[in-house]
């Protein structure tokens, strides 16, 4: 087992785009679970938008990260030991982990780490079976009530959540008009 655990973290706020400035690549002591939880290995993670939020210090949905913070993100891993009865070491898990190599999780509370089926490629739980994808379904079908042959207005439609959305109003036999940041995304 490593005697280390490698972890990115929020070194300052960024002023514009993200820079090599903006985190820092630090060795933290490797965790160890308590009762019930479980150390799991990233094996990937993820890259969103509302990432970029989180760096700023403003209220939002979540709170910032704050600086010297692991950087948040979704991650997929294998469960490398297990203080609990519901999960065995080598299950794939979904959770939020953070821009880290290991993290101790717990199957309860706030967004709780997750045991994937088998049969589906892990990374898609961090896209289209992920946040990203839970939001356009639901955000489309239970707010936006599409019909059939209604026209959805669709921002951002070269992004994770546009994109799948898109593909939902499609589905449900509507015209779509999608909108992205320019020539080369909307191709």
Same mark, same amino acid.
């Given at each position: 087992?490593?005697?280390?655990?490698?972890?990115?973290?929020?070194?300052?706020? *960024?002023?514009?785009?993200?820079?090599?400035?903006?985190?820092?690549?630090?060795?933290?002591?490797?965790?160890?679970?308590?009762?019930?939880?479980?150390?799991?290995?990233?094996?990937?993670?993820?890259?969103?938008?509302?990432?970029?939020?989180?760096?700023?210090?403003?209220?939002?949905?979540?709170?910032?990260?704050?600086?010297?913070?692991?950087?948040?993100?979704?991650?997929?891993?294998?469960?490398?030991?297990?203080?609990?009865?519901?999960?065995?070491?080598?299950?794939?898990?979904?959770?939020?982990?953070?821009?880290?190599?290991?993290?101790?999780?717990?199957?309860?509370?706030?967004?709780?780490?997750?045991?994937?089926?088998?049969?589906?490629? *892990?990374?898609?739980?961090?896209?289209?079976?992920?946040?990203?994808?839970?939001?356009?379904?639901?955000?489309?079908?239970?707010?936006?009530?599409?019909?059939?042959?209604?026209?959805?207005?669709?921002?951002?439609?070269?992004?994770?959540?546009?994109?799948?959305?898109?593909?939902?109003?499609?589905?449900?036999?509507?015209?779509?008009?999608?909108?992205?940041?320019?020539?080369?995304?909307?191709?």
């Amino acid at each position: 087992m490593n005697e280390f655990n490698r972890q990115w973290v929020l070194a300052q706020r *960024p002023v514009g785009l993200p820079n090599a400035d903006t985190f820092r690549l630090d060795e933290a002591p490797m965790p160890t679970p308590g009762d019930g939880e479980l150390l799991i290995k990233t094996r990937w993670l993820s890259f969103d938008p509302t990432q970029r939020g989180w760096m700023e210090d403003r209220e939002s949905y979540m709170p910032p990260v704050q600086i010297g913070e692991v950087m948040r993100a979704g991650t997929v891993g294998e469960v490398v030991e297990s203080n609990n009865p519901d999960f065995k070491v080598g299950d794939i898990v979904q959770g939020s982990g953070g821009w880290q190599e290991f993290f101790v999780a717990n199957a309860g509370g706030f967004m709780p780490v997750q045991k994937l089926p088998e049969g589906v490629p *892990p990374s898609w739980f961090l896209g289209v079976l992920g946040v990203t994808g839970i939001t356009a379904y639901f955000g489309l079908l239970d707010l936006g009530e599409p019909e059939p042959g209604q026209t959805v207005l669709v921002s951002g439609a070269a992004g994770a959540t546009g994109s799948v959305a898109a593909q939902i109003a499609r589905i449900k036999g509507c015209r779509v008009i999608g909108i992205a940041g320019g020539p080369e995304k909307c191709a």
